[in-house]
């Protein structure tokens, strides 16, 4: 799990502020600046008795905001165990509240109307029986039927936008002696392998396997056997035993040993992998062209790309780029050659290979640089990214690289250092004229945690300009719609124009956002 930034706790508990109350958000950021928690000790360090800190648990897991697990300690006694509920906050579904629009943009898009209510639905309430679900749909809509509403209901799982919830309350156990827990498809390469939190361990127990995850069948029969069986099987591995008749979850068992209806929620994963594709292909148009933009968008999703690379024959991108509309007038030759041109593409026996990671990484350097060029100006724009290209320079070096004049060179490098965005080293010569001179260089995982946390910042800043707005509007609200007063119509227009103005500006800078944490996770 990715290490917080004292901002993005910040905004995480404005955001449950707003949307929540101040009981709850006392409780997420308890988690989130604490760490993993039993609720004793979330009632302790809160002040707040175990009645209410558990209802406040109850709300944030509801809306996906915190996972429960229950984790076996050793016990008093020798050879004795006890089992804890612990709970952790999820950062990363508390930022996704902000993207509700992005998410719910791309549904409408691709699915009907119905399809956007029932996913509004599932944003809005967090999780759903898929009785609920469609009753809901049922009340909110006055067209369509049950069977209608069910159809687009299963077109959304079957996108993968809706899947089934995690286990409310997978049981972590404790290590054997001398078991080092791993990452799943580690390999052989035991040197490779890498220690795994706590967290992670849970977060793991609790997703079902992808035969669960997407599975749907309905009691009343809708589905046809054939695709009851397609949909169970989908998710399976090459070499898994496909069991279907027992792919029914434990907790979907309820204490009379009756079968209890499962429980759906948004799939965010898909969601920012969908903006993941978006945000390279538009980079690649940007930096190249709208034909390298094409094939791009063609290989990711023609294979449904979840990775962080995608390989494909020559023939196979032919096939994927020709389906679209700018692709009917291309070639294969035409195609090899525009392959050929693009940095992060690589071949092999004409197998091309595209890299996201390296679309990903590129497109964080020009962020940080325009962020340097905006606030520093074009010379340190021009030393900064002499910087990044290669070894650490000296300050003679940069100034002859970079054609600014050396006694402006010290202030302006000066002035980067003060704010953290490259590092300096004093070197001192040997010899009997000993001199000392500064070497300049950019460590990029560090920085690139700074901007992490200056775009939080900027997000936060945001959203406390906009409740300001709303609560200084507030009072427009309960007046009269009819004949209001000249000043009042000029309230009005104010503030719609800028709450589409932060609006808009909040969903920029969220792109900005996933660049830096979502993408490459």
Known sequence: MAALTPFGIKLAV????????NLVSKICECLLRRGTLSKALISRFTELPQDKVKKCLWVLIQHNCVQAFALEQEGGGRDTTVVVTQYMALFNNIIHRLRFPKFMSIVSKEQDTKGSDILEGLLQHG??????????????????????????????????????????EPL???????????????????????????????????????????SITYDQGVDSDEEKSESKISGLKVGEKRKQDSLEWDSELDIMGGKKEPVWRVNFDEFINRLKIKACVEHVRAEYDNVAAVILKSMLEGTKCTDSSVSLSLDSIFEEVIKSKEGLTMNLEHLRCSLEQL??????????????????????LE?????????????????????????????????????????????????????????????TTGGPRQADFFLWSVKKDNLWHQILDELYHAALNLCLRYAH?????????????????????????????????????????????????????
């Open 172 to 214: 972590i156990s404790l290590p054997t002696e001398g078991e080092t827990p791993a990452k799943k498809g580690g390999g052989r390469n035991k040197a490779v392998r890498k220690e795994v939190t706590l967290e992670e361990r849970a977060l793991a127990a609790a997703i079902p396997m992808d035969a669960e995850r997407f």
């Open 469 to 521: 707005e709303v609560d200084q509007e507030r009072e427009i609200q309960n007046l009269s719609i009819e004949n209001p007063p000249p000043e009042v119509k000029e309230r009005r227009r104010r503030l719609r124009n800028v709450r589409i103005l932060l609006d808009s500006s909040l969903m920029k800078l969220d792109d900005a956002v996933m660049l830096f944490h979502d993408f490459l996770l």
């Open 14 to 21: 404005h955001i449950i502020t707003t949307d929540f109350g």
């Open 127 to 168: 999780r759903l029986t898929f009785t609920q679900i469609i009753d809901r749909a049922l009340a909110s809509s006055s067209e369509g039927s049950r069977d209608t509403h069910q159809e687009s209901f299963t077109k959304l799982v079957r996108c993968r936008f809706v899947e089934r919830c995690p286990a409310p």
């Open 367 to 427: 962020e940080v640089e325009c962020i340097v060029k905006r606030r520093y100006g074009i010379e340190a724009f021009r030393m900064f990214r002499s910087l990044t290209n290669g070894r650490p320079l000296d300050t003679d070096k940069i100034s002859e690289r970079t054609f600014v004049d050396k006694k402006n060179t010290p202030q302006t490098l000066y002035k980067l250092w003060k704010d953290n965005y490259i590092q300096m080293e004093k070197v």
């Open 343 to 364: 940095d992060f593409c690589s071949e092999t026996n004409d197998v091309y290979k595209i890299n996201m990671k390296d679309i990903i990484k590129k497109a964080q």
